[in-house]
């Protein structure tokens, strides 16, 4: 009787933990609404505003959470997010081809990607020590292409007439859908995704259930990849310039991201393909949130501060639940 | 009456959805061996490590010669005179054996300019082995040099030098073979006769009957019953530990032994560094094979070379039907099955629920068009592993870290049995499970060898090989040493022979 | 159920996100204006102007951000906001894009990851913008100038980089100088780029075979630094260079002090970094930057012996142009395109030369106080603003 009654109080003390950051998201979307509502701007713009800032965060840290759940890490996302929108603007520039723009965006980023994972299992070393090396690379090499290029005006760009029709929230929502729904469907629906959420949980017993380490390592930087190629895209359907700063806060931010939305960052059969668009979203409402309560006159890094002492409280509260406590035995 | 050491009143510990100890009182009285068994999950590590400072009681108070006694750590227990030896070890790889055994304490050494002498720490780690009787090691030696066994000797020597009061050994022997256990139990008796106590846990009754003074029965969280060494009957421990009368046979009754004719797999002419030297043995199907040996007599590898899991030097392993297994992934599209002996390592997720670890094996079982993963069917799958193999658990969705030991191994042959593996290889199926699972465990691979599955049984524990397989190969250094078939007469000092 | 839960919850949460965003252009024509955005803005209501900022730290940021929020802020009815730190354009369109739900009036920018896109932003939002720092490119220029919502820019071009570096250069060659180091600062920076294209030119060397703006200029494009091997002069030696800002940077500076140049040349930043060094081993050294307190002493106590620089207050002229554009007074060219002016470097090689910018430029009495901007505010002409400007 009293072991149903602690099996009933834990259960349900797991299930508001999981909610949690359901919850958070929709407390910071109320906060927000009354925040804007109350100073008498326009809310209207300010959820575009920030759609736009979260949908290319969002999308590329969905493809992420395949290589997070692996409980690896790819530092290089930021950088090859501006090397594939950087090559498909030279690309542009150079052919005057949409389409073959986009081609080339997309198999830079995937090709990248691949590459940071072919060599980690070429060479046997942890993939991230790669992505570390691909980030520098990448970037160099984009800094080095925008700048040979741009002159003085510093940057890259395609004409703003190009994609501008895509500029628009009804194209954004529906690639985020989409794209979202197929690593849904992979993520939880496919062989893939549960043997990738248990090769993160224990490698050496994947291994010895049969699951080929290196191949859903790939697999999981291939969809990585589609989703900087499709972050690079509306990156340039929302500015169509590139130059060397462009993305560089993707990287850091998609950790927080995936922390935001209740993801342990150590990956494994807690992994949730949700957490990045949730946690995603929460990130950017929360910033907003705090550029609007904190005067900029305080001094610049306030609301940075408080984000970070937000991010820390976050980890806490979803760490409840993974830090589990376990019997001696 | 002598006064006890120690009294520990109306402890009561619960873990996350478990009621591990429920008001629990028990002293320690100096000059005894006190055994405590239970199954898996009874409370039994749980009483002890509170004793040692490893957790803390939710209520309840610890009196230590009469003072209350809350240690805050295993480290301020054992300087207190309380030391726990773990079930799973506890040293660290990358460091020297001296430096494990001195760690946090090697300013008690001091060289020049603030360095540590490390000559005197060897020489003093050096005198601390000697003197539980480990003469093979040294205090330089590097840790990672060591094997299983002897790091756990370390272990036992690191907490002994401390002189303790009370010494808590958990689960160890099972890590260790005839030779440490020897030195173990001469130590535990050496404590006792110097008026110190120990707190023996084990789940082997034979070994606890012959090395325990008094002994003490838990089950679900509560003390069921204390024995004194006159009270001492194997059938009515193992009653009051598992609340009824044991139904059925223990090992399989028949003595004669069978197979099918079919080969299952064969392994051929393998050879693997020092482990293996051109090892041959043909598996049958039907057959239950026993591989028994020494910890290092290369049935270990054996096993995971079966598995695909480590490619040999030279030889190799092929199927009844011809395929060569040079992978894990051939061996699982094979239909063969491998339980480690390092189970939590290499047979479980732990942070993974008890579905994730039952169902990553069997995905193509109930995966619609082997591609498309529904909820429904996945539940459908491992709620029948889970209730043929009786796991006992919350639900589905509870983590396997939480489950006891025996469970644990259930859930693992649950992940191999569901997918319905043709070719089981099974090293140390039992180690660290209760004798109410072990029982469970060696009707199933009866039923299965009966469904003609070849069960290749690797094993330290010489009754179950002798209890349980058709075939019992012998293993030394390398090579097979002999072969025996199943028998009524077959005699351990016989078999032993042939492993040492 | 749990996870249903959490998908439809999730879903909700972003369709009403994306259902609230999508009423925005119908919706978006008609607010600006209640702001008061197309008519004169009322006497009573401040004019708000939002600033983007790439640099927040330093000296000349802060020194231009006081001179708005002190001195301007409290002597005409407007607000000034200054974003955060923006990292690149998508920043930049998002700040103005929420300066614009905010109902502002116009943008000043100082931030320069992509102008085209700010421009065009501002013109969607039907906000006033003009550029504070640095100028568009020609192509750019051209582009806009036409548009009713920029209202323009004026500050030094990339012609007035490249003078301000090539007058420095020749000021030591003419003075005697036999070696110098150079310190190229933030390479590929344009603004750098060409100030350092400038320092060559009138040191009198010559790059892979180019003397002028543009062949100099873009080859350092595209090496990405200056290439020793590349350098030909002529009675100045260039015995070291450097640039960037990283853990071997004292290194390289010292393996120049080291030689006992006759003169350290720096194209922006050396005044922050170096001062200190540079005082020390008794090295004249130069730079571009401001007129600052700082620098006041580096010139009286230390060896700094020439400084170009902008001065805090340089910034009010753009302002009251974006004022007049506010108020209904756009001040356009004859063709009706906006404003473009270059507006020079002051130079001072002593302290006296210093002190009299620097005295003339305080908080509370700049060189562009509030009786100077006066006589530029109102309906004025594109000729009074080059007047204006011209004339400090």
């Known amino acids: ?329 | 009456m002598k006064t006890p050491i120690l009294e520990m009143k109306h402890i009561r510990k619960t873990f996350a959805s478990t009621v591990a100890l429920g008001d629990v009182d028990l002293n320690v009285y100096p000059g005894e061996i006190r055994g405590l068994i239970g199954e898996n999950g009874s409370g039994k590590s749980t009483i002890s490590s509170i004793a040692a400072g490893m957790q803390k009681a939710d209520s309840g108070e610890m009196l230590y010669h009469g003072k209350t006694w809350t240690p805050g750590s295993m480290i301020e227990a054992l300087s207190g005179g309380i030391g726990m030896i773990v079930q799973e070890s506890g040293t660290i790889q990358g460091v020297s054996v001296a430096e494990n055994m001195f760690l946090g304490e090697t300013k008690q050494f001091p060289g020049p300019f603030g360095s540590i002498d490390r000559k005197a720490m060897n020489t003093k780690a050096d005198e601390a082995l000697r003197a539980i009787g480990i003469q093979n090691v040294s205090g330089a030696t590097p840790m990672a040099a060591l094997d299983f066994q002897t790091r756990k000797l370390v272990e036992i020597a690191k907490v002994v030098m401390k002189d303790p009061e009370i010494l808590v050994v958990d689960e160890t022997t099972t890590a260790l073979s005839q030779e440490g256990r020897q030195i173990l139990y001469d130590l535990m008796k050496r404590l006792r006769d110097e008026g110190k106590a120990v707190l023996f846990i084990s789940h082997d009754l034979e070994e606890i009957m012959e090395v325990c003074d008094t002994l003490t029965v838990l089950r679900d969280g509560a003390i069921i019953r204390h024995f004194t060494k006159d009270e001492f009957d194997a059938d009515q421990i193992r009653t009051s530990m598992i609340g009824r009368e044991l139904q059925g046979d223990y090992y399989r009754s028949d003595f004669t032994p069978s197979h099918w004719n079919e080969v299952a797999v064969e392994l051929r002419n393998v050879s693997f560094g020092e482990a293996l030297e051109d090892v041959s043995i043909t598996f049958r199907k039907g057959e239950i094979v026993g591989i028994g040996g020494l910890s290092h007599c290369g049935m270990h590898p054996l096993g995971k070379i079966l598995f695909g899991a480590i490619r040999p030097d030279s030889g190799e392993v092929v199927t009844g039907s011809g395929v060569r297994i040079t992978s894990e992934t051939v061996a699982m599209r094979e239909n063969f099955g491998y339980v480690s002996k390092d189970r939590d390592v290499e047979s479980l997720s732990l942070t993974a629920s008890i579905r994730d670890n039952i169902a990553i094996a069997g995905m193509e079982r109930y995966a619609v068009n082997n591609f498309l993963m529904l909820s429904s069917r996945e539940k459908v799958y491992v709620d029948k592993q889970i209730a043929d193999l009786s796991i006992k658990c919350a639900d589905r969705d509870q983590s396997v870290s939480q489950l006891s030991g025996g469970n644990k191994q259930k859930v693992v042959f649950g992940k191999w049995i569901g997918r319905g593996s043709e070719v089981l290889i099974l090293d140390c199926p039992t180690r660290g499970v209760d004798i109410g699972v072990k029982r469970a465990m060696y009707q199933l691979m009866a039923e299965l060898k009966k469904e003609g599955k070849s069960i290749i049984m690797i094993s330290e524990e010489m009754p179950e090989l002798m209890g349980m397989s058709d075939r019992l190969i012998i293993m030394k250094d390398g090579r097979i040493t002999k072969e025996f078939e199943r028998s009524a007469d077959l005699s351990d000092t016989e078999i032993i022979k042939y492993m040492i | ?392």
Request: with cysteine; hydrophobic share 50%; charged share 15%.
């Open chain 1, 1 to 329: 009787m009293e072991q149903e009654a602690i099996l009933r109080k834990y259960k349900l003390r797991q299930r508001l933990i999981d909610l949690l950051p359901l919850a958070a998201l929709a407390a910071l979307f109320a906060i927000l609404c009354i925040t804007v509502q109350s100073k008498g701007y326009r809310l209207d713009m300010y959820l575009k505003i920030i759609f736009n800032e979260g949908v290319v965060l969002a999308v590329v840290a969905t493809g992420a959470v395949f290589i997070y759940t692996l409980g690896s890490f790819d530092i290089s996302l930021g950088a090859s997010t501006l090397f594939s929108a950087t090559l498909g603007v030279m690309t542009y520039n150079a052919t005057g081809s949409l389409p073959l723009m986009i081609l080339v965006i997309f198999g830079v980023a995937v090709g990248c990607s691949l590459l940071s994972s072919v060599l980690a299992s070429v060479f046997h070393i942890p993939v991230f020590v790669t992505t570390v090396a691909m980030m520098s690379v990448l970037s160099a090499i984009a800094a080095q292409i925008i700048t040979t290029n741009g002159g003085a005006v510093g940057g890259i760009s395609i004409p703003s007439a190009l994609v501008k029709p895509l500029d628009n929230m009804g194209f954004k929502i529906a690639v985020l859908a989409i794209f979202w729904l197929i690593c849904f469907f992979v993520f939880d629906f496919t062989k893939i995704g549960r043997k990738q959420k248990f090769l993160g949980g224990n490698p050496v017993c994947a291994q010895l259930t049969g699951i080929q380490v290196n191949k859903y390592a790939i697999i999981a930087f291939v969809m990585a990849g589609i989703g900087v190629g499709l972050g690079a895209f509306l990156t340039l359907v929302y500015t169509p310039s590139v130059t060397a700063t462009t993305a560089g806060s993707i990287g850091m931010n998609i950790i927080v991201a995936i922390v935001f939305g209740g993801m342990p960052i150590s990956g494994g059969p807690r992994s949730r393909i949700y957490s990045a668009l949730v946690g995603g979203f929460s990130y950017i409402l929360l910033n907003n949130i705090l550029k609007l309560v904190i005067d900029s006159n305080i001094g610049y890094g306030v609301s940075q501060i408080v984000s970070a002492v937000f991010f820390l409280a976050v980890v806490y509260v979803t760490g409840l639940n993974y830090r589990s406590q376990m019997l001696p035995r």
């Open chain 3, 1 to 392: 159920m749990k996870k249903a839960l959490a998908l439809i919850l999730a879903l909700v949460m972003v369709l009403a996100l994306a259902a609230c965003g999508n009423s925005a252009p119908a919706a978006s024509n008609d607010a600006p204006a209640a702001a008061g955005n197309d008519a004169p803005a009322a006497n009573d209501k401040p004019i708000k102007i939002g600033v983007l900022v790439s640099d927040v730290s330093g000296e000349e940021a802060l020194g231009f951000r006081a001179y708005y929020e002190n001195y301007i802020a409290k002597n005409y009815n407007v607000t000034f906001t200054y974003t955060e730190q923006l990292e690149d354009a998508a920043a930049e369109k998002a700040a103005i894009e929420k300066f614009a739900a905010q109902g502002y009036d116009a943008i000043l920018s100082l931030s320069a990851s992509d102008r085209t896109t700010q421009i065009e932003t501002c013109i969607a939002n039907g906000l006033y913008y003009a550029v504070v720092s640095g100028m568009l490119d020609d192509a750019q220029f051209e582009q806009f100038k036409g548009e009713q919502y920029f209202v323009g820019q004026i500050g030094p071009s990339m012609d007035t980089e490249y003078e301000a570096g090539y007058a420095m250069g020749k000021h030591f060659a003419d003075n005697g100088a036999k070696t110098v180091g150079i310190y190229g600062a933030f390479i590929p920076n344009p603004m750098h780029v060409y100030r350092t294209a400038g320092v060559l030119a009138g040191l009198g060397c010559t790059y892979g075979g180019a003397s002028d703006k543009d062949g100099i200029a873009g080859q350092l494009f595209g090496d990405q630094g200056v290439n020793m091997e590349k350098l030909e002069c002529g009675d100045v030696q260039v015995i070291g260079y450097f640039q960037g800002f990283g853990d071997t940077t004292f290194d390289e500076l010292f393996a120049i002090v080291g030689q006992q140049p006759d003169a350290f040349l720096s194209v922006g930043m050396a005044t922050t970094f170096f001062a200190d060094a540079l005082n020390g081993a008794k090295i004249p050294y130069s730079d571009i930057d401001s007129f600052t307190s700082g620098n006041a002493a580096n010139m009286a106590d230390g060896t700094l012996v020439y400084l170009a620089g902008k001065y805090s207050s340089s910034i009010g002229p753009i302002f009251a142009a974006v004022m007049n554009a506010v108020q209904g007074n756009p001040v356009r060219d004859a063709e009706g395109n906006a404003l473009s002016i270059s507006q020079s470097y002051l130079v001072a090689t002593d302290s006296a030369a210093f002190d009299s910018i620097f005295n003339g430029d305080k908080g509370d009495s700049p060189i562009f106080s509030k009786d100077v901007l006066d006589t530029v505010i109102g309906a004025v002409s594109y000729d009074d603003f080059v007047k204006l400007v011209e004339s400090k």
